[in-house]
Structure formats: structure tokens, C-alpha cells
């Protein structure tokens, strides 16, 4: 058997969330206090991500000196620009910005600024596709994206629109090469924290490092669940976890593999059911209901 990244590469797993809201935008605690909310409940790492626009006097807020060698804290915002199909601005976060990064001008759209983000170090995630309706098509000009929310968790507790798997899938049947995090978008003005995180693999608790692994794919994402294991032999998929009722291997269209039970904690799967498709990816659902979802697999890779 041979196990995928990130469970066969090297270093520990760090729990961390990207997408966060302070005063310094709509989000109603101060950055100190998010970040000893976050840094408490055991979170390695986190990026605040205020809407970088004029309303909020384009917030980047420098945490810096919240770094220690527990948590470390990388420099981000939620970008915004005109405009998608079904809304006059794009959301998008960019994690990993320098300081200085520059306002958005009056001539730059969504694309372009996400471009100069990506030019200038960033990590790029396409936020809550379905709390704004966005379409297939919009996403596929975010050309300098690396990733889709699968899950926000204000989003779904607010709107019941917090899953991205449509866009995600989407996006791979177009063959574009992206991955996907959960994360929970904490304005603190609901029960909105801690619902939606990354578990990431990293060589070092750093700034750098974390980046990194995060622009690589090095990653899973989760409600709760713990992916442990996922394994290739042959034709089939091994997944080892925390006791879970399914474990899903999800592929194009309607092509899928799956095993149901009770506290499973290991599953193997054929993928022969999904023969057809370029890619995989895997999905373990807790007995809670709770649900870790995997970075896609590219079959050629393998
Ligand atoms: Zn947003
Ligand atoms: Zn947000």
C-alpha cells in the first residue's frame, strides 16, 4: 500500500483556520481576542482575513507579534473587486500577502486582482461559491486560484449555503487542478467559530513553511473527523480515520465508491467504479454526521 500526501509526507499534522473576520471589518471581537480564541481551543495557526475594501480603510492586519512557538499567525484578507455574474463583488481570500500589498484600483476586476495577489506570494481561495450564487463560469476566470471552499461554516449556519462541492467538482471536470479547504469564516456575531478548519501537514509551526504546504496541497479538511490514512494498493483505496458511519471516494458526474457501517475506522474501496475518472477524491462522514473531506487525487499523479 502506499499512502497519498499529505499522509505519507513528512512532519506533524497543525490545525489551522484561513478565513477570519475582526472589528477591523464586520467581525465583532477584536484581533487579540480572536486570536486568543483560536490560539485557546488549540488551533496551530490562523489567517485574519478582513474584507480588504475603502468602507473598512483596505484592512491587512498585521499579526505579527501574535507569533510564538506554539501559533503562528499568517498575514491575510478577503479580497474584493467587481464583479460575477450574480454579484457586483467577487470574495476571495489571500493568505500568505505582504504588508504593503496595494489597494484594489477602480479599473481592476475580481481576476485581476486575484492575479497580483497570487503574483505577490499569496495562497488564493475562492470563498462561499454558494452563499453568492457563483457559477462555473465566473470561477474559471479566477485563473490564479488554488483553491475552493468545500465547506463555510457562518455561511451554512446563516444561510444553509455552506458547501462548495459544486464548484470544486466543477472546476475538475474542466480540468482545472485545485483544492479545497473548510473553514469557518468567524464573524463572532453567531455561534459561527471553530465549525470548519484544516488539518496541514508542514515541515516547521512557521509562517513559511505553512504557506507552503498550504499552496501545495498538504492538507485535509474537516467538520471533526480525523482522516488518519489514505492508501492506494492496486485497485482499491484504503482509508483509515476516526469511527465514522460512510466513507465515500467521489469522482466525476455520479461516479462514486463507498462503504457504510458503524464506527468504522478502516475501509477499502474499490475504485474500479471510477475507472472513468481523472480524479478522486475521498469524503469520511462521522457518526455525528460531521464530515473530513480530502484534496482531490489526480489519477495521473499516482
Ligand atoms: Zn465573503
Ligand atoms: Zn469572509
New binding site residues.
Partial sequence: MTSLAPFSTVGRFLRGNIHTHTTRSDGLLTTEQVIATYRDAGYDFLAITDHFLADYEWPLVDTRAFRDDKFTTLLGA?LHAPRTEMSDIW?FVAVGLPLDFAPATPDEDGPALARRARAAGAFVGI??PAWYSLSLADAETLDAAHSVEIYNHGCQLMHDKGDGAYLLDGMLDKGHRLTTYACD?AHFRSPDFGGGWIELKASANEPDAILEALKQGQFYSTQGPRIDDIAISGDSLTVACSPAKGVLVVGQGYLMSFQFGTGLTRATLPLEPLAKSPWFRVIVMGEDGKRAWSNPVWKDTL
Avoid: W
Fill in positions: 478577503e470574495h470563498a462561499h469564516d
